[in-house]
């Protein structure tokens, strides 16, 4: 998705420049704290390439008399391939050439030595799950029977849908797989249909053209090319110094590329290297400014995809009141009938974000238009691979049922009226406020398709 957005920029920095707006709001990270974040944790400048590692629950007790009977989740897929191998493929074919030509000084001549056993085990995998990112799912998978035994009873039936893309598709098949293992006796079900796709993929389609279709209409204002143009500048990445570190000169650098996209592609292909099965790290090869660049320019993609702004006239958290609906809707059926107690939804990464901001969750509001602040307000490393959103729903004593919902297995504060019990919170009170809110978005999405030109 990342590949999309990059294409869709260029076009637009090519046809606008106009001043973007100001934005008064505080910070909420500063350059320096982002900077030593990065410094503890170099694998984060991977952004939403990121593989965490599993921490205990941080949630709080259920209410008295309230027990787990029924959850409804949004899953991200695990660890996966770059979505482009081209980027493999240009970061392989600069240093071969580099290599070939004596261009590469003599921690060049180390850095493509690495490299050569790296390149076979990456070529040809444009997105493709992982060994790593399968195991993650069934992880959540085992933690998730684990963590609410009431749920995954010995009748326990659960329904898995996914995207169509093969990624969301291992990804919910690995988590099913670790069920069954644990719940031999479960009834499982699971599907990836193109019908669903509104819902798991908050799309009609799973075409990369009609995907660069949609987001070219989202973003149709001219101030958008200003604004990266002014973000890009603030940024001032210094691809030169980069690779006068490795090339004996630039000619050779610039005659496979824009320097600084080749610097870039280099960034992802390092960071990239956490989602594959190696040892191998080169974050080494970057300065600690350099590291804090490069992440900034991938968390502009990641914030232009995730979360509002005035650039996306509102769609980007419209896009999931489809989804947010469907577990509305089935959760009401499933609890009423008994028939289902877990529904499992597997995508990506575009879906789970506008979902948080749909909720209305602190730390997903909408963006102001100075891209240059956007970093200290969000970071893309917070969507990591297999992200997910659980809402876990418990019943009382009188059969009032009560919902949490969890982010990366960590409760989240509702914007509800009444607190009292959060982060539990009353189901009706809960329908009561998202489902205004889901009609709102829905007549938004309808407004905008309506005025849209189509193909």
């Avoid at 570190?245 to 320097?259: H, I, L, Q, T």
């Avoid at 949490?404 to 607190?419: G, S, W």
Wanted: glycine share 6%.
């Amino acid at each position: 998705m990342l590949l999309f957005m990059k294409r869709l920029i260029t076009f637009i920095l090519l046809i606008s420049f106009v001043c973007p707006v100001a934005w008064s709001q505080s910070d909420t990270l500063t350059s320096q704290q982002i900077k030593e974040i990065l410094r503890d944790n170099p694998a984060l400048a991977g952004g939403n390439h990121y593989v965490p590692a599993f921490q205990p629950y941080s949630v709080a007790p259920a209410p008295k008399g309230y027990k787990p009977v029924y959850i409804s989740h949004y899953g991200r897929h695990g660890a996966r391939y770059s979505t482009s191998s081209k980027k493999y493929d240009t970061v392989w074919n600069l240093l071969e050439s580099g290599h070939s030509s004596g261009a590469l000084t003599p921690a060049g001549e180390d850095l493509y030595q690495r490299f050569v056993p790296l390149y076979p085990m990456m070529e040809g995998h444009s997105g493709d799950l992982t060994v790593i990112g399968q195991e993650q799912h069934r992880e959540l998978a085992a933690r998730m029977v684990k963590a609410y035994p009431s749920v995954f009873g010995k009748k326990v039936r659960v329904d898995a849908r996914s995207t169509i893309i093969p990624r969301a598709i291992i990804s919910m098949m690995s988590f099913c797989d670790e069920l069954r293992e644990l719940r031999p006796g479960m009834q499982l079900s699971y599907a990836a249909d193109h019908s669903d796709m509104p819902v798991t993929g908050l799309s009609a389609s799973s075409r990369e053209e009609d995907a660069i279709d949609e987001f070219k209409r989202i973003y149709a204002s001219p101030a958008l090319g200003a604004g990266l143009y002014g973000a890009y500048a603030d940024i001032n990445l210094d691809p030169e110094a980069f690779f006068l570190r490795y090339f004996k000169e630039m000619g050779p650098v610039e005659a496979c590329g824009k320097p600084e996209d080749l610097m870039a592609a280099v960034g992802e292909v390092a960071y990239n290297l956490q989602c594959l099965e190696t040892d191998e790290w080169m974050d080494d090869l970057f300065t600690e400014e350099e590291r804090y660049k490069l992440w900034q320019r991938e968390n502009l993609w990641a914030a232009l995809m995730f979360l509002d702004s005035p650039y996306s006239q509102g769609i980007i958290s419209a896009r999931a009141w489809s989804l947010l609906q469907d577990i509305m809707d089935l959760a009401d059926e499933d609890i009423s009938s008994g028939n289902v107690q877990v529904r499992l939804r597997f995508g990506h990464d575009t879906v789970v974000a506008p979902l948080m901001g749909i909720l209305g969750i602190k730390g997903w509001e909408p963006l102001g238009a100075d891209m240059t602040l956007w970093k200290y307000h969000f970071q893309n490393w917070n969507v990591p691979m297999a992200a997910n959103v659980q809402m876990v729903f418990y019943k009382g004593r009188k059969g009032d049922i009560l919902v949490r919902v969890m982010y990366n297995e960590k409760d989240q504060i509702l914007p509800l009226p009444d607190q009292s019990l959060a982060p539990y919170y009353s189901w009706d009170a809960f329908k009561e406020y998202y489902r205004p809110i889901c009609e709102k978005n829905h007549a938004i999405m309808d407004g905008f398709w309506s005025q849209s030109p189509t193909n």
